[in-house]
């Protein structure tokens, strides 16, 4: 299985972070991560101004990567990259108490960098590389779901339904006050 390294200079991530990451990856046969040297745990303070690329021009700070993928090259091998501190600033605290939301939230960043290894392996699901790796993660994620909450499955239609209902409702809140903000 690929090794899960973690390097951080002043951030202490949460326990779970690295074990989250280790139960994804259990998930996965060898074919899906064959070829990774290994996933990093790191944090933005590490990441070197301009060692992210630009997806389809749009500039990424610092704080809005989560996670990139470094394919392999003649001098080195192919490494997924995790942005810890971002991951766990993008939500509430009291969000990552609840194990299904840590492997949810942290397994679409993992799941769609793995997506692009995969990708660029030859094995693409999709027309273009982000298309490709959304189109994977979407595929891991359901491969990791229905394996470890096999439980869920009877209940699983309608929670989406909630879900995506919930979604939407706080679309239209977030527009309201949008368009209210900008009225006044």
């Given at each position: 299985?690929?090794p899960v390294r973690e390097d951080y200079r002043?951030?202490?991530?949460?326990?779970?972070?690295?074990?989250?990451?280790?139960?994804?990856?259990?998930?996965?046969?060898?074919?899906?991560?064959?070829?990774?040297?290994?996933?990093?745990?790191?944090?933005?303070?590490?990441?070197?101004?301009?060692?992210?690329?630009?997806?389809?021009?749009?500039?990424?700070?610092?704080?809005?990567?989560?996670?990139?993928?470094?394919?392999?090259t003649s001098r080195t091998a192919a490494v997924?990259?995790?942005?810890?501190?971002?991951?766990?600033?993008?939500?509430?605290?009291?969000?990552?108490r609840i194990p299904f939301f840590r492997q949810?939230?942290?397994?679409?960043?993992?799941?769609?960098?793995?997506?692009?290894?995969?990708?660029?392996?030859?094995?693409?699901?999709?027309?273009?590389?982000?298309?490709?790796?959304?189109?994977?993660?979407?595929?891991?994620?359901?491969?990791?779901?229905?394996?470890?909450?096999?439980?869920?499955?009877?209940?699983?239609?309608?929670?989406?339904?909630?879900?995506?209902?919930?979604?939407?409702?706080?679309?239209?809140?977030?527009?309201?006050?949008?368009?209210?903000?900008?009225?006044?």
């Open positions: 299985m690929v002043d951030y202490k991530p949460p326990a779970w972070v690295g074990k989250t990451v280790r139960n994804l990856l259990d998930s996965l046969s060898e074919r899906h991560v064959g070829g990774l040297s290994a996933i990093v745990l790191t944090e933005s303070a590490l990441i070197p101004k301009g060692r992210t690329r630009r997806v389809a021009g749009k500039r990424y700070a610092m704080k809005e990567c989560f996670g990139f993928y470094y394919r392999r997924v990259f995790l942005v810890v501190d971002n991951i766990i600033d993008a939500r509430p605290p009291r969000y990552w949810f939230d942290v397994g679409t960043i993992l799941f769609h960098e793995i997506g692009h290894h995969l990708n660029h392996t030859g094995r693409s699901v999709g027309a273009g590389q982000e298309a490709s790796a959304i189109e994977w993660q979407r595929r891991l994620s359901r491969m990791h779901f229905q394996t470890k909450y096999w439980y869920l499955r009877p209940v699983a239609k309608p929670l989406r339904l909630i879900w995506g209902w919930l979604g939407q409702t706080g679309q239209r809140q977030r527009a309201a006050s949008l368009s209210h903000r900008v009225a006044h």
